[in-house]
């Protein structure tokens, strides 16, 4: 027996010694304190004075902060380490790791002294949202089209991870149903090739949502129930208030799914809601539907759960504005042609004011067509225009042309090939106007 006991004796107290180092080892990082007289702690660095319109999109490096000297009073929650992003750009940004302490405290060490962050600008961006059915329905049912609400949702974040976004997805399971499904879901994230937005370095913080969860309900039904997907119709009636115009009237859903037979279903191509009175309104206006009130054939039925509503979203009424001084081009001008410049003109576009605050001249094209023209003055000639959506043209002046064969007289010319300061027209063949 004594033999086993001093058999490897000397591998056997190595073990055990380390078996008590490694236990001390567990201990320090718990509680700080060092067999050497330091106190060493772990901790994420905050962000302070972040810019507006910037989000950081990688991950906080935790760092280790060590002190000078053994303090048996102070514990992590004494100790506060920050970065301070003043000052910071969109791009990958190095900044230095502070750390605020007790009075008396010091401060021996910060690793790593220095972290790497990725910022990135601030966008919104809404994004459809998409159900994922997975699993099967009782024996002897079917699941039908999923109904969700809201059918879009806003999402701010980075724009380097927006632009990698076209939707929202929303999982149900319909595993064992019996009966339509109606649920609440939270909302997940994926790129264009429906994988996880996330990198590895990507804070998932970064992304905001709303509304965070959306109502689905899953239709369950008998199998060999014919069903048909049809979008809702609504009209209006009326004038809105002084001043304010209906921007949109939309159906929420825009779409209901019928259960019928199929002789019955082939027959109807949507469904009427009616007209819905807007006069005098002067600020949105939301319209619930009970499903009893909708008329559909006999024998044909909206799936179980469904609920329909109508917003009339109103909105201030389209303004006018004037703009001033715009050039006019010449296009499809005859080879050996040069046409002189034609004075700038004045335009009256109209559209809602929060898009013509927007609006600027460089917003505008402006042009003539010369197609077919030879020598000679042209008075009164259309102007054509390109102008951005959302925008109308209300008043366009006609315009004077001259054209000369390859002779420069009086002003200053544009030829078939270039104009008079050297840059390229545009292409010579126009197959769509967007206004005249």
């Known amino acids: 027996m004594k033999d086993i006991l001093r058999r490897n004796l000397g591998y056997k107290m190595i073990s055990v010694l380390c078996a008590i180092l490694f236990w001390a080892w567990i201990t320090n990082l718990n509680s700080g304190s060092s067999f050497f007289g330091q106190q060493t702690y772990n901790m994420t660095p905050k962000m302070i004075n972040q810019p507006s319109g910037l989000v950081v999109i990688s991950n906080i490096q935790t760092v280790t902060v060590r002190l000078a000297q053994n303090n048996p009073g102070v514990s992590s929650n004494d100790l506060s380490a920050y970065v301070d992003l003043q000052g910071a750009v969109a791009g990958e940004?190095?900044?230095?790791?502070?750390?605020?302490?007790?009075?008396?405290?010091?401060?021996?060490?910060?690793?790593?002294?220095?972290?790497?962050?990725n910022l990135d600008v601030v966008k919104d961006k809404t994004l459809s949202v998409v159900v994922q059915v997975t699993g099967k329905p009782a024996a002897g049912m079917a699941s039908g089209q999923p109904i969700v609400s809201p059918s879009v949702v806003n999402v701010r974040g980075a724009a380097s991870v927006l632009e990698k976004m076209n939707n929202v997805v929303v999982e149900a399971s319909v595993e064992g149903a019996r009966e339509s499904l109606r649920m609440s879901r939270p909302v997940t994230f994926k790129d264009l090739e429906s994988k996880g937005v996330f990198a590895a370095n990507l804070d998932q913080n970064s992304l905001k949502i709303q509304?965070?969860?959306?109502?689905?309900?899953?239709?369950?039904?008998?199998?060999?129930?014919v069903t048909k997907s049809v979008p809702l119709k609504v009209t209006t009636s009326g004038t809105p208030a002084s001043g304010y115009a209906v921007r949109l009237v939309s159906p929420i859903p825009a779409s209901v799914e019928l259960q019928g037979t199929d002789e019955l279903l082939k027959s109807i191509q949507e469904i009427n809601l009616g007209t819905v009175d807007v006069n005098g309104l002067s600020q949105n206006k939301v319209i619930d539907y009970s499903l009893d009130k909708i008329p559909v054939p006999e024998g044909v039925k909206i799936a179980e759960g469904t609920k329909i509503s109508v917003m009339v979203y109103v909105g201030a009424d389209a303004q006018q504005k004037d703009i001033t001084a715009l050039p006019v081009e010449v296009h499809n001008l005859g080879q050996g042609l040069t046409a002189?410049?034609?004075?700038?003109?004045?335009?009256?576009?109209?559209?809602?004011q929060e898009v013509l605050n927007k609006l600027n001249s460089a917003d505008i094209s402006l042009w003539v067509d010369a197609s077919g023209l030879k020598e000679g003055?042209?008075?009164?000639?259309?102007?054509?225009?390109?102008?951005?959506?959302?925008v109308n043209m209300v008043k366009t002046p006609k315009v004077k042309l001259v054209l000369h064969n390859n002779v420069q007289t009086g002003p200053t010319t544009q030829s078939s090939g270039q104009n008079s300061g050297g840059f390229?027209?545009?292409?010579?063949?126009?197959?769509?106007f967007d206004g005249k």
């Open 211 to 225: 509304p965070e969860t959306v109502d689905i309900i899953v239709p369950i039904y008998s199998q060999g129930t």
């Open 377 to 390: 003055t042209y008075e009164d000639l259309d102007i054509y225009w390109k102008l951005p959506e959302g």
């Open 93 to 117: 940004n190095t900044f230095e790791v502070k750390v605020n302490a007790p009075v008396g405290v010091v401060i021996e060490d910060v690793s790593p002294r220095n972290v790497v962050l």
């Open 340 to 352: 002189e410049t034609i004075e700038a003109v004045d335009i009256t576009v109209s559209g809602y």
């Open 424 to 432: 390229s027209l545009p292409a010579p063949i126009i197959n769509i």
